[in-house]
């Protein structure tokens, strides 16, 4: 009975796959996520193993969920991008639990055929096994009963998990899956995020010249005020007793050298995804190529009586005309005043009028994420004011293509941008000294792109294939201290670049960022000029 059971299913099975419709044949294969591993692997300390959990889901509003994205290091790893999911690479071969040695674990969620009629197919054990071709595949329910006790291992590299919540909903989610791995590995206290937060402390601009001791307790401070948890953590608190400097390095230090291990998880995964492969190139010029498209027609369809919800609709119709899956952030979309703020996601302004608008819009296409922005004006033609803004923009942006190719430090891409846009500030007495700079330009030229839009990396030296933004700009809110023509004037221009030995090469090259290009483009005819559509009048009910 159970035969012919089974022998039901699997015709059915088959004739499913023979009815599914056309899909995306261009995703990446299981060989390039191994070769992934087997790369971290080479990195790895003897007798330790490495550990990636999904992304928690998100509620959007009562029992409808954001749509789910995967961790990208997960999927980095292993092509799996469902929730409530773990990974477990091994330095060395494990036999514990299975007949074959392994050295590659995933835990998946299982089949479920009442909930995939509302949700859609899960890959489940067999699903996984034969798409993403990992040694050992499991059911996360056995998660609990992991064959191998982590304690025996000398490093546990583990990287935390961002906005880890009980999701009372299911007791695989990541929250409990995070759960059993800090009891089996015996990990104590909160600290999970300690090592991510060397890092950042080191790399914020906003705390640079203060002594590190100071520094760390500012970073620290916001934490420990939203989290009654933390201000109890006994790392926490063994650091606000600390007398100086040298006796903060020293904590961190111990940190570093913990069994369970963030800094060198930090540092495998920089490393590695910071160099794109042929393969992720490929998928990140396309993410690139329809962004810089989709801007080249919202060029053609601004008008100044559209909303900035409206263009937004443009370019992210063209993302999806032509395959991208969604928006690698939230779209910016800034008329007028509203470019000055940095990341505007409203969209709310109902008429762009005279001003210019800042579209900061990247498609994601397969989990690749551009990073692109143009500015132009409403009506298509820059005032004179505007233009002096944007060549200033533009020219430091010209600045910094002439110096980014290998061995160029990521410090002096900063400085060479912000001595360029300081110039032409100063030129146009918009400030009187280059120390006035970040009034105008409060934020960094550049980071590196791929899976994350603010991909991972070492923010240090540039080397070949790596892939990052070129951003300057500049913005001048009303009220701010200097000629009232200024006013309102945002102009930031985001192209994506990739470096090379010598050079770099311009990713973004499909949408124009000369004034007289856009200008000319915009010119062009648009495939909305012709839509007509319109609610209808409401009738005065009331
Ligand atoms: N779109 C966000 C950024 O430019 O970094
Ligand atoms: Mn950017
Ligand atoms: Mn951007």
Redesign the pocket.
């Known amino acids: 009975m159970k035969k012919l059971l089974l022998a039901f299913l699997t015709v059915m099975y088959s004739c499913c796959l023979l009815a599914q419709l056309p899909q995306p044949t261009d995703y990446l294969q299981p060989s390039f996520h191994k070769g992934r591993r087997e790369a971290l692997r080479q990195m790895m300390p003897a007798n330790s193993v490495a550990i990636f959990f999904a992304y928690p889901e998100r509620v959007f509003s009562n029992d409808v969920n954001y749509r789910y994205h995967a961790n990208p290091d997960l999927y980095y790893f292993s092509g799996y991008t469902e929730p409530e999911g773990v990974l477990l690479v091994f330095k060395e071969k494990q036999t514990a639990g299975s007949d074959k040695p392994y050295n590659e674990m995933l835990y998946v969620r299982k089949r479920d055929p009442r909930r995939e009629t509302w949700t859609g197919k899960r890959l489940g054990v067999t699903g996984a096994q034969q798409k993403l071709g990992i040694d050992l595949v499991l059911e996360n329910t056995a998660f609990e009963k992991l064959p191998i006790d982590l304690k025996t291992f000398d490093k546990i590299i583990y990287g935390g998990v961002k906005d880890l919540a009980d999701n009372v909903n299911s007791k695989e989610d990541v929250y409990d899956l995070v759960r059993i791995f800090k009891a089996k590995a015996g990990v104590a206290d909160l600290n999970d995020d300690f090592a991510a937060d060397q890092a950042k402390i080191a790399a914020s601009p906003y705390l640079a010249g203060e002594p590190y001791r100071s520094r760390v307790i500012h970073y620290l401070q916001e934490k420990a005020a939203a989290s009654a948890a933390f201000r109890n953590d006994p790392t926490y608190q063994a650091m606000l007793s600390t007398k100086d400097s040298a006796a903060m390095a020293a904590i961190f230090e111990g940190i570093n050298k913990r069994q369970v291990n963030h800094l060198l998880f930090e540092e495998f995964t920089n490393q590695l995804r910071q160099i794109k492969t042929p393969e992720e190139m490929e998928l990140l010029r396309k993410a690139i190529d329809i962004s810089s498209l989709a801007h080249v027609e919202a060029m053609k369809a601004v008008r100044p009586d559209m909303s900035e919800r409206e263009l937004q609709g443009v370019q992210e119709f063209i993302h999806k005309k032509l395959g991208a899956e969604d928006v690698g952030y939230g779209s910016i979309v800034g008329a007028g005043e509203n470019g000055c703020t940095l990341h505007y996601e409203e969209n709310s302004a109902t008429a762009i009028g005279k001003n210019m608008v800042l579209m900061?819009v990247?498609a994601e296409y397969h989990g690749y994420s551009a990073?692109v922005?143009r500015t132009f004006p409403a009506n298509g033609k820059y005032s004179a004011e505007q233009k002096q803004i944007y060549d200033i923009v533009y020219d430091a942006q010209e600045a910094v293509f002439a110096i980014c190719k290998e061995g160029t430090s990521f410090a002096a891409i900063e400085d060479t941008a912000a001595a360029a846009v300081a110039r032409g500030l100063m030129r146009l007495g918009i400030i009187k000294s280059a120390d006035e700079v970040r009034k105008y330009y409060p934020h960094g030229c550049s980071h590196f792109l791929g899976l994350d839009v603010h991909d991972k990396g070492d923010y240090d030296i540039l080397k070949e294939n790596m892939v990052i933004t070129v951003?300057p700009g500049i913005y001048i809110p009303p009220g701010s201290a200097c000629d009232k023509k200024w006013w309102s004037i945002a102009v930031r221009i985001?192209d994506d670049v990739r470096i090379d030995k010598k050079k770099m090469e311009l990713l973004t090259n499909l949408a124009p960022r000369k004034t007289q290009d856009i200008e000319k483009i915009m010119q062009e005819k648009s495939f909305v000029d012709d839509l007509k559509i319109a609610l209808p009048t409401p009738k005065k009910a009331f």
């Open positions: 900061d990247g990073d922005t951003e985001e």
